[in-house]
Every structure is written in structure tokens, then in C-alpha cells.
């Protein structure tokens, strides 16, 4: 550690302190680079990071090929606009289109921005098909979908909300796997409903295959679109490429994002053929999304996935971390329950999780916390049992600790 009166980090946390606009509660840590599961800090320090910019460095960091491709893009060309064809945004969507078996890909620069693109498919989808009284929009209570007026609307979560009413209208929350409530609340002047198959920010908790069901019949009943928000849990994390292609049932339209470039900033919708043609050219459209070294990244996180059977790695450590979630949960009355699969996987806590992820961090391990008592990982899909071993030595040291207090 320095020893001069300020440090490096404490400089340029006092600068940003100053003129960032204060929205983030960060932890203070100023990192300065990383390699494949490990980061590090101004001060040379090194963790073990098992949150991945929220769920974004599926490769982990520096990946040799990642960093090879964009160079070389770089070098090339970066942006072009959509007024023009590039080389890669036609072979992306086909790429995604199979994978997912979804027919059309529209490409943004976060998950918030794909999420906007499937609301106004789905307004636009209903008015065509029944006139403006088909506008109605379900989602689910503890959902996280964005923070613009349209996700931010269809986010059940009130403590994001508050303040920024009105949002948009017409839009109904459904407690989570709650079927009755569902069947009770999706009509004929529904134009959507959107779910995450595993809710993210609301705490790692997964849609039970009736609720999905009785989703899929329901929207199917009544003319709607079914929406699925992969943003956090797709791409690979639940170990299968889509976690909706566990269930057997697929969406009308998916959004996508976090892990799809390697870190740079995309996202994506995609939407079944039905639905192609309901926004028609020049009613939608971006700026950035969809260019040349996004998508020549995003062609090669798959090709990497692939090539490194990273979705088996990911069932098979995820697997192991899950055993040692379960085991820790054994160990502590403070622990609730182990929650999650594969690379996305939480430890519900009787007590608050922030404190315990604090004091993670200053044992070399970066994890997060969600719903106030939930510790989250989202780990690289590279890591190791032995990577797991070193965390869960620590946690169960802070969880000792904890119990003893409590
Ligand atoms: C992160 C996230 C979003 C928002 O994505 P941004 O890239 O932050 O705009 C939406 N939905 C889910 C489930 C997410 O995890």
C-alpha cells in the first residue's frame, strides 16, 4: 500500500466525487486491469471477481481472442451508422437467429435500449391487430427491465420508481409465479406480457415451468406477445445458450445484452417473423447500434463459447459452486437458501448482504448484493473449481464472523 498522505485511489475517488453525478454507491475500489477471472487495483491489489461487471465479462478479462479481434476492428473501422451496410451486422443476426430460433435481430447499445425496442413492438403489434385499446402490458412484481420511462415502467420494483411517475400507462404488475393472478389479469386489450426467466436484480429467483406455461398459453390465448428479458440470465449463464430453451417454450420476442460483446456496449432484441414487419422503416432505429466492432466482438464471444464448450464448463462448475452454496447453507442458520444455477446463482441471508460483500472485497473477492439480503455471483463462465474453492473459503470465514454477531 502507498503510504503517501493521498493515494492514487483516493484521488481519483475524491475527483469523481466531485463531479459525477451521484447516483452510484460504489464500492471503493479503483480497478485498473484484469486477467481472465482476476482483476486489479491501483494499488496492485488482486480479487477474484465473481460478479463480472454484472454478468457482462462471461469471458472473463483480456481475453487473448477478444482483445485480438478488437484491435483489429479497431484498426479498421468502428462505426459506420445504420445508413450503410457493414460486413458483420447480417452474419450476427443470422448467427443469434439460429441460436435462439428467432427470425429478425434489431441491434442497441444496452439491455434498457432492447427492452424499449420489444415495448414498441408490442404497442405497435396491438394496435395493428385490434386498434388503440389493445395497449395493456403486464409484468411481474420485483421485475428489473431498465431504467428509461418505457423498462423503467415495466419494472416492478418501487423503489425505482418512485419519483419519476407518471411513467407510461396501462401496465400491470402480476405477483411472481402466481398463475391465478396471471389467468386473472391477461385479456383480450393485452398487448404484452414480459418476464425474466430468472429474475435478476430481484434476487436470483426462477420462474417455475406452470407460470411459464400458463404465460406461453395465456399471451397465446389472447393474441399477445410474449416477452422475455434474457438480459442477465441468457447467453449462456444457466449453462444453456437461452434459459427458455430449458423449459421448451419460446418467446415472441427476447431481449438480450450484458455478456454479447465481450464488454462493449450492445444489445439486442430479436422477434419471431410474425412480428417483423409491425414497426414499419424509419419508425425505429439507433445511432450506434449495430456497428462494425460490436458486432465483430459479438461474433466472436460465440465463436469462443463454442470453441471453449464453455456452456459445459459453465453446467459443470456452476454445478460445484451450487453444492458449495448448499453446503454453506447447511453450515448457517443466517444463510436461507442457496438460489440459482450455472454462473448465475445467489445466498439468501437473514441478515444484510452489503456489509458481507464489503468485507469480501477486502479479502480479494468482488461479489455483489441484490433485495438488500441476497449475495449475488455472476461469474465468468472460465472459472474453476478451484476458483470457487478460494471463494467459498472466504465466504464462510465472513459468514462465521457474521453469525457470531448475530
Ligand atoms: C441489466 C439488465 C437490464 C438493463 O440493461 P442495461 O444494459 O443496464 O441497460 C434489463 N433487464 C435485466 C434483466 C438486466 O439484468
Redesign the pocket.
Known amino acids: 500500500m502507498s503510504t503517501t498522505a493521498v493515494s492514487k485511489a483516493e484521488q481519483i475517488i475524491e475527483r469523481e466525487r466531485q463531479h459525477v453525478l451521484p447516483v452510484y454507491t460504489r464500492y471503493p475500489v479503483v480497478l485498473e486491469r484484469g486477467e481472465g477471472v482476476w482483476v486489479y487495483d491501483v494499488e496492485g491489489r488482486r480479487y477474484l471477481d465473481l460478479i463480472g461487471g ?2 457482462v465479462n462471461a469471458l472473463g478479462h483480456a481475453h487473448p481472442r477478444m482483445v485480438k479481434v478488437i484491435q483489429e476492428q479497431c484498426a479498421k473501422l468502428i462505426h459506420i451508422s445504420n445508413l450503410f451496410y457493414g460486413e458483420y451486422q447480417g452474419e450476427l443476426a443470422d448467427k443469434i437467429c439460429g441460436l435462439s430460433g428467432m427470425d429478425r435481430a434489431f441491434f442497441t ?7 424499449e425496442g420489444t415495448l414498441k413492438v408490442a404497442r405497435a403489434a396491438g394496435q395493428r391487430k385490434s386498434g388503440p385499446a389493445k395497449c395493456k402490458l403486464v409484468a411481474l412484481d420485483g ?6 420511462y418505457g ?1 423503467l415502467s415495466v419494472t416492478g420494483q418501487e423503489k425505482h420508481r418512485k419519483g419519476f411517475e407518471p411513467l407510461l400507462s396501462d401496465v400491470t404488475f402480476v405477483p411472481f409465479n402466481d398463475v391465478n393472478a396471471l389467468r386473472a389479469t391477461v385479456d383480450h386489450n393485452t398487448c404484452a406480457l414480459i418476464l ?1 426467466p430468472i ?3 430481484g434476487g436470483i429467483r426462477s420462474i417455475t415451468p406452470d407460470f411459464m406455461r400458463a404465460a406461453r398459453n395465456l399471451t397465446e390465448a389472447h393474441d399477445a406477445v410474449l416477452i422475455f ?5 441468457g447467453l449462456g449463464r444457466t449453462g444453456s445458450l437461452f434459459a427458455y430453451q430449458e423449459l421448451g417454450i419460446k418467446p415472441d420476442a427476447l ?1 438480450i ?2 455478456p454479447i460483446a465481450g464488454g462493449l ?1 450492445m ?1 439486442a432484441f430479436l422477434v419471431r417473423k410474425s412480428l417483423a414487419d409491425v414497426i414499419s422503416p424509419g419508425k425505429h432505429g439507433t445511432t450506434f447500434g449495430g456497428g462494425p466492432l460490436a458486432c465483430r466482438a459479438a461474433l466472436e464471444y460465440f465463436a469462443i463459447l463454442e470453441d471453449e464448450r464453455l456452456l459445459e464448463n459453465v453446467k459443470r462448475v456452476g454445478g460445484y459452486l451450487r453444492k458449495q452454496f448448499e453446503n454453506l447453507t447447511r453450515e448457517f442458520s443466517i444463510v436461507k437458501e442457496p438460489r440459482g444455477v450455472g454462473m448465475i446463482q445467489a445466498l439468501e441471508l437473514s441478515i444484510p448482504a452489503r456489509p458481507i460483500v464489503e468485507e469480501a472485497i477486502q479479502e480479494g473477492l468482488l461479489i455483489n448484493s441484490t433485495q438488500d439480503t441476497v449475495l449475488r455471483v455472476l461469474p465468468p463462465f472460465i472459472l474453476q473449481e478451484q476458483h470457487v474453492d478460494e471463494a467459498i473459503s472466504i465466504l464462510r470465514k465472513l459468514l462465521r464472523k457474521a453469525s457470531d454477531k448475530h
Open positions: 454484472i454478468g447499445n444496452s439491455g434498457t435500449e432492447a427492452i421485475s428489473y427491465h431498465g431504467r428509461s423498462a425474466e429474475l435478476g436484480e428479458d434474457e438480459i442477465q440470465c431481449a445484452a450484458k456496449p444489445g
